[in-house]
T-cell receptor, first 113, second 110 residues
Framework: NAGVTQTPKFQVLKTGQSMTLQCAQDMNHEYMSWYRQDPGMGLRLIHYSVGAGITDQGEVPNGYNVSRSTTEDFPLRLLSAAPSQTSVYFC????????????FGPGTRLTVL | GENVEQHPSTLSVQEGDSAVIKCTYSDSASNYFPWYKQELGKGPQLIIDIRSNVGEKKDQRIAVTLNKTAKHFSLHITETQPEDSAVYFCAAEAGNMLTFGGGTRLMVKP
């Protein structure tokens, strides 16, 4: 199993550009989530999904969209990038929810100029 | 929503000493409290977790204690080794969401 994979590893955007961060898992996990990690602020939940076709907002959803058309994939879209979205983004998954081990991907480091 | 505070933000210990990291949470409905270790350039990995019906849990050199009344839980690492150097995060679960503390950078000096 590859586990949780994220692409790209690094990305530089200009303000106003859009892009999609990719996340995929091959463990047949129902629960998937996106976090952003900023220095001194830990990991903050952006969006999560409890299964295909179901998504919900986390703590910091503004400026981000998600969809979950398959169990395996959970892409994160930045519609109009802003410097405040410069961060490291982690995708995570688990078998059924948050009361169990989350498996994290390796992260995407995003810089918005 | 849930709020998790973690202290200290940095911790430096001598190899072989113990390290303790403390967290407090706000939502009394939280029932699951995991701890994650993050090495440089990698995603966090679960090292131990505890549920609200248990007061303490041990796994070799690592232990976690939970006081639900006071809403705080702690991570204890004994006989620290250089490979324990990393950033540690506590978290609390409520309503399909995990809320993380701000992290503790642990440095173990040989």
């Amino acid at each position: 199993n590859a586990g949780v994979t994220q692409t790209p590893k690094f990305q530089v955007l200009k303000t106003g550009q859009s892009m999609t961060l990719q996340c995929a898992q091959d463990m047949n996990h129902e629960y998937m989530s996106w976090y952003r990690q900023d220095p001194g602020m830990g990991l903050r939940l952006i969006h999560y999904s409890v299964g295909a076709g179901i998504t919900d907002q986390g703590e910091v959803p503004n400026g981000y969209n998600v969809s979950r058309s398959t169990t395996e994939d959970f892409p994160l879209r930045l519609l109009s990038a802003a410097p405040s979205q410069t961060s490291v983004y982690f995708c995570a998954s688990s078998y059924s929810g948050t009361s169990e081990q989350q498996f994290f991907g390796p992260g995407t480091r995003l810089t918005v100029l | 929503g849930e709020n998790v505070e973690q202290h200290p933000s940095t911790l430096s210990v001598q190899e072989g000493d113990s390290a303790v990291i403390k967290c407090t949470y706000s939502d009394s409905a939280s029932n699951y409290f995991p701890w994650y270790k993050q090495e440089l350039g990698k995603g966090p990995q679960l090292i131990i977790d505890i549920r609200s019906n248990v007061g303490e849990k041990k796994d070799q050199r690592i232990a976690v204690t939970l006081n639900k009344t006071a809403k705080h839980f702690s991570l204890h690492i004994t006989e620290t080794q250089p490979e324990d150097s990393a950033v540690y995060f506590c978290a609390a679960e409520a309503g399909n969401m995990l809320t993380f503390g701000g992290g503790t950078r642990l440095m173990v000096k040989p």
